[in-house]
């Protein structure tokens, strides 16, 4: 599919760049690769038949090697072979902070670097997430896990009514993402909750536009971690603040307070920060959109959805992903809390066709599990 010709798709995104408070980055590909250490090694037992999740425990679980690893199937794709790159750091922390990162980012907009940021602001932040849990999504203690396997929820109209909760639950680690409505909807997406992604934009935006279909809190709990994209100041800031449980100092989002949005822990360990060369490399070799080289160009980045499978993609052994785009869209529901049918509109601040058959691919290729119906 190509850029809409419809008026109404042109007025649609006006509204969207007006109302929208941030500046979508405009994609540079300075982004040179930065190798570093690898999160945590993979298994790479032979491949067997990918027979899905089984609802197991995950006292079960320990010590059964993985049946499909996704690395592995990367590995054999002749077009993923030469995109996955598993030595790419996923999180920024504070010990990455060089003058040389400094430099190459400041050159880049967000999300994909600092232009326009103060030095001050990010070394703030950064100096914060110096420890080794802010280097890695999964605790130490997972590191010797034989596989690690993952379900990303997205939020799409394919799961009113899927009966897929349980299937979800079963994962060891949940992916949520914006407004991710679980209270009432158990049956279809499941309770657990190990990470939630998102922009302060998304997520206050999702706070105000689903409200009344029951989005009224971002999920919380104690094992919950939270995945900061960074695409504005407001998320450096707002992450600075989480981990001091302090008021937000500056910015749009100034005298915020992030127990609101968080919950009552206050620490390093409960915030992750999305590196912005992660985004670039993703965004570079995975959603190159034409969608770049248009007049929009500025407006355009993955979706958070987009994001957050790909950072599962990056750090699990097994992924299955819900709610995300499929073929069929047209079927379904924008989004599965919806009462009324409501049909997905492709905005240009994202590719959602891209998306799609990416999708699509990395299904057929075995590295992915894209529920359909
Ligand atoms: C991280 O920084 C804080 C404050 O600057 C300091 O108290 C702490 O010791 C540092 N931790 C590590 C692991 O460097
Ligand atoms: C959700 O699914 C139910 C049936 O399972 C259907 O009646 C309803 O219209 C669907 N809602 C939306 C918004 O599509």
């Given amino acids: 599919m190509g850029l809409p010709r419809d008026p109404l798709f042109w007025l649609l995104l006006l509204l969207v760049a007006s109302c929208s408070g941030i500046l979508f980055a405009l994609f540079s590909s300075e982004g040179e690769p930065h190798p570093g250490p690898r999160s945590r090694a993979r298994s790479t037992t032979a491949p067997r038949a990918f027979s899905g999740p089984k609802a197991a425990n995950s006292g079960t679980r320990k010590g059964r090697p993985c049946g499909h690893p996704l690395a592995l199937a990367a590995q054999q794709h002749p077009r993923f072979r030469d995109l996955f790159d598993f030595s790419k750091p996923v999180l920024l922390s504070g010990g990455l902070y060089t003058w040389a990162l400094w430099d190459s980012l400041s050159q880049r907009k967000a999300p994909y670097g600092w232009q326009g940021l103060s030095r001050q602001d990010i070394v703030s ?45 079963a994962h060891d680690y949940v992916f949520r993402l914006n407004g991710a409505v679980i209270k009432g909807f158990e049956e279809d997406v499941g309770t657990k909750t190990s990470f939630y992604g998102f922009t302060v934009n998304t997520m206050k935006n999702s706070l105000i536009s689903y409200k009344k279909l029951g989005f009224t809190s971002v999920p919380q709990g104690q094992d919950l971690r939270y995945i900061f994209i960074p695409s504005d100041l407001r998320d450096y800031m707002m992450l600075r603040a989480a981990v001091l449980g302090e008021p937000v100092h500056k910015g749009p989002d100034g005298g915020d307070r992030p127990q609101t949005y968080f919950g009552p822990e206050a620490s390093a360990r409960k915030f992750k920060l999305l590196h912005p060369d992660f985004i ?5 070799r995975f959603l190159k959109s034409r969608l770049m080289n248009t007049n929009f160009g500025d407006l355009y980045m993955p979706s958070t959805g987009a994001l957050m499978l790909l950072t599962a993609l990056h750090t699990c052994d097994q992924v299955s992903a819900y709610g995300f785009i499929t073929s069929n869209y047209w079927k ?16 240009a ?24 119906r």
């Fill in 125 to 169: 932040t950064l100096s914060l997430l110096n420890g080794s849990e802010s280097t890695q999504l999964f605790g130490s203690g997972k590191l010797h896990q034989d596989c690690i396997r993952c379900a990303v929820v997205g939020n799409g109209g394919i799961l009113n009514g899927s009966r897929q909760g349980l299937n979800i639950d």
């Fill in 332 to 347: 379904f529901s924008d989004h599965y809390f919806e009462r009324v049918k409501k049909p997905l509109i492709f905005y």
């Fill in 349 to 372: 601040n994202h590719d959602l066709s891209l998306e799609a058959a990416l999708w699509r691919d990395l299904h057929a290729a075995g590295i992915l599990r894209l529920y359909q």
């Fill in 280 to 284: 670039s490399y993703l965004t570079e």
